[in-house]
């Protein structure tokens, strides 16, 4: 594995497009993921030239985790597959890594122009319809009219739920926009959620104080709905990578794990990973997913 890593650093584009990965998907701007095939919500962001990329459902990895969820291979077989191809392609020069610094001040600039919600604002009325809750964490504000940027250049405004993500020090580190409706239904547009930044591991959204026992969910909606349901407080992970990789502050003594109920099992895959790696190390882990296919949320709406 080490070996194909230092054959790859910094020739990962060539060699996803040699391996069947069209190359409008890898130009650094959001596009349909070649492996869920979502649209808009795929970035390959190459960072030091390990192939990088984030996907709002995927999760995150390198370019080894890519070729594993695309081409369904274990982690042996894309290494292999790398030290085959590298041997036939000439020798290029590593890119180096690109700073965070620039979609750090973005999301600062998003986050100043937002304000707390209030009641019958558009991220009131999205939270109270899909949630039912009365008070919205103060984490989570409102944007009256954030840019949407499509493909072509083009640029539409719509007010935005905004969502603070942060790592695990408790640093900001990136925002999790859902684009919405001034009637507080989800806007009209490819990808109504975005994350802008970038999400190492253990971060999430963090929607409550931490206590004792902690939970962690995927979605806002979700975490929401959890902590309503089992009345206990959840974060957001944003994504099943995000929270296949979190590990919960000191003073957690015991993590709920709520996944998604999800027909292609990433939910529950995910779900299980991270509770075996918080059971390895000690911790009181509890894993709820839900009966029917969905979420907690969905569970949540079904009964209202």
Same mark, same amino acid.
């Given at each position: 594995m080490a070996l194909?890593?230092?054959?790859?650093?910094?020739?990962?584009?060539?060699?996803?497009?040699?391996?069947?990965?069209?190359?409008?998907?890898?130009t650094g701007r959001h596009a349909p993921c070649p492996a869920c095939g979502g649209r808009?919500?795929?970035?390959?962001?190459?960072?030091?030239?390990?192939?990088?990329?984030?996907?709002?459902?995927?999760? !995150?990895?390198?370019?080894?985790?890519?070729?594993?969820?695309?081409?369904?291979?274990?982690f042996r077989k894309a290494a292999q597959e790398i030290e085959h191809l590298c041997g036939t392609m000439p020798a290029r020069?590593?890119?180096?890594? *690109?700073?965070?610094? !620039?979609?750090?001040?973005?999301? *600062?600039?998003?986050w100043r122009d937002t304000k707390?919600?209030?009641?019958?604002?558009?991220?009131?009325l999205y939270l109270r319809r899909r949630t039912a809750i009365d008070h919205v964490p103060s984490v989570i504000r409102s944007h009256p009219r954030l840019a949407y940027r499509y493909d072509d250049g083009s640029v539409?405004?719509?007010?935005?739920?905004?969502?603070?993500?942060?790592?695990?020090?408790?640093r900001g580190c990136a925002i999790h926009r859902t684009y919405l409706t001034a009637e507080g239904n989800k806007a009209s547009v490819p990808t109504v959620k975005k994350v802008?930044?970038?999400?190492?591991?253990?971060?999430?959204?963090?929607?409550?104080?931490? *206590?004792c026992t902690l939970g962690i969910a995927e979605g806002v909606e979700t975490a929401l709905s959890a902590s309503i349901h089992f009345g206990v407080p959840v974060w957001s992970?944003?994504?099943?990578?995000?929270m296949e990789k979190w590990t919960p502050p000191e003073g957690v003594e015991r993590v709920i794990v709520f996944g998604d109920n999800?027909?292609?099992?990433?939910?529950? !895959?995910?779900?299980?990973?991270? !509770?075996?790696?918080?059971?390895?190390?000690?911790m009181d882990v509890d894993v709820k997913i839900p009966e029917m296919c969905g979420d907690w949320n969905d569970q949540l709406r079904r009964r209202v």
């Open positions: 194909a890593t230092d054959l790859a650093n910094g020739r990962w584009h060539d060699l996803l497009v040699q391996l069947g990965i069209e190359p409008h998907l890898l808009d919500r795929f970035r390959f962001d190459d960072k030091g030239g390990r192939g990088t990329f984030f996907c709002s459902h995927c999760g !995150a990895g390198d370019g080894f985790k890519l070729l594993s969820l695309v081409k369904d291979w274990s020069t590593p890119t180096p890594e *690109r700073s965070d610094s !620039a979609g750090l001040e973005g999301c *600062r600039r998003v707390a919600a209030t009641d019958g604002d558009p991220v009131h539409t405004l719509h007010p935005a739920m905004v969502a603070k993500v942060t790592d695990a020090s408790g802008l930044g970038n999400m190492p591991a253990s971060s999430a959204i963090r929607l409550f104080d931490a *206590r992970a944003v994504s099943a990578g995000g999800d027909t292609n099992g990433v939910g529950q !895959a995910a779900s299980w990973s991270l !509770a075996k790696r918080l059971i390895a190390k000690g």
